[in-house]
């Protein structure tokens, strides 16, 4: 039987990953990626301009939970590596399972047809056997109706990048997700005043618990038979001892 072809729309963490297990099953790949850069999100300042990468980010959960289940981060590694450290994983993974020659740089897609015709801006046109949309989903930010009428500077969270251009300011965020209360946390450092709103109460853990990750920590006394509202009550309770109050 000939053999299959697939297109992949990005050359992000969900690209490379796609592309990689569909090589192995023997599809020939072609990648398309819209600017010239392995990574997607993780790019600090993507020439794709679909990244919402900020100068100060890391991952939320640590290395060791964080990889490719057959491309672990190299033992030397941080326990949260940073945008840049991210970027380097997923370069490296692309290389090693020989992804890089895949990958068509500047190629944005403009529409896939029903008959799987992927055509790109410059107006080329190729058919596949198959397509996986890999483009990410935080590219399209959503502003909420109610900052229409706000006269002060507003920035949506995925074009935030550093806090200097606020110093001395009083500023609010808006959300108290991960990217929020990163945000928050850049700010406040220059800020005069900075405020965390959030619509319901949160519980804001710390990343580190006992000297370990909390998740490590959190992993030896959340055990599957453990009811869900007692694994709350003991993340709280250990939140208070070692932060206090969220209003702090």
């Not at 392995?38 to 790019?43: A, F, K, P, Y």
Request: charged share 25%; glycine share 8%; aromatic share 10%.
């Amino acid at each position: 039987m000939p053999t299959k072809r697939f297109a992949v729309i990005g050359a992000g963490a969900a690209g490379l990953c796609a592309a990689k297990h569909l090589v192995e099953s023997g599809i020939d790949v072609t990648i398309f990626e819209i600017g010239t850069q392995i990574g997607g999100l993780w790019v600090y300042e993507n020439d794709n301009g679909r990244s919402s990468a900020y100068r100060s980010l890391h991952i939320n959960s640590e290395a060791q939970v964080s990889t490719f289940r057959d491309f672990p981060f190299p033992p030397d590694a941080p326990l949260y590596p940073n945008h840049a450290e991210m970027k380097q994983y997923f370069r490296d993974y692309a290389e090693k399972y020989d992804l890089v020659r895949r990958i068509r740089f500047n190629s944005r897609v403009v529409s896939v047809t029903p008959d799987l015709v992927v055509r790109l801006e410059d107006g080329t046109e190729e058919r596949f056997d198959g397509v996986v949309a890999a483009s990410g989903h935080q590219s399209d930010p959503r502003d909420p109706p109610e900052v229409k009428d706000f006269t002060g500077t507003y920035l949506h969270a995925h074009a935030y990048r550093v806090p200097e251009p606020f110093a001395g300011q009083r500023v609010l965020v808006i959300g108290p997700g991960n990217s929020g209360v990163d945000i928050a946390a850049d700010l406040c450092t220059v800020t005069e005043h900075t405020v965390l709103c959030a619509r319901s109460p949160v519980l804001i853990m710390p990343r580190m618990m006992f000297g370990v990750p909390n998740s490590r920590s959190l992993g030896k006394i959340e055990k599957p038979w453990v009811p869900w509202a007692i694994r709350i009550r003991t993340r709280a309770l250990l939140t208070r001892m070692f932060q206090g109050r969220m209003e702090q």
